[in-house]
């Protein structure tokens, strides 16, 4: 079996071997994981699937400082590290792993009590 890395696929159990202190994710709105990796910025611009340079030609004024921010609303995904999450509208599915994550020890910041969307 290959190591286990950001590049993988995100696995609970694999995580907590593996990266026990560390989180740094994205949540998309179907509930499903992926590593921020290499940067959360580039997982955006690779999942947005347009340049860097057309995102910033398009993105609105009040999020030129924070790509990350527009991407996040714009694709409906939440960033995640050890403590806090992007402040956007969750989805059912996104609070659902969410709570799971808080669960199994991986997230330890607050949760939610409800879906925002």
Do not use: W
Not at 53 to 58: L, P, S, V
Not at 64 to 83: A, F
Not at 96 to 117: A, C, D, H, M, W
């Amino acid at each position: 079996m290959a190591k286990y890395g950001m590049r993988c696929k995100f696995d609970v159990e694999l995580h907590k071997k593996y990266f026990p202190d560390s989180l740094s994710i994205l949540i998309l709105s179907d509930g499903s994981v992926e590593y921020a990796y290499p940067s959360a910025t580039a997982k955006l611009i690779q999942i947005d699937g347009h340049s860097e340079k057309q995102i910033r030609k398009e993105c609105p004024r009040e999020y030129k400082r924070s790509i990350d921010l527009y991407l996040c609303y714009k694709l409906n995904c939440i960033y995640v590290n050890r403590e806090h999450i992007t402040p956007i509208q969750l989805t059912k599915d996104q609070l659902s792993t969410l709570r799971q994550l808080r669960s199994e020890g991986i997230f330890v910041g607050k949760v939610p009590n409800y879906p925002t969307k």
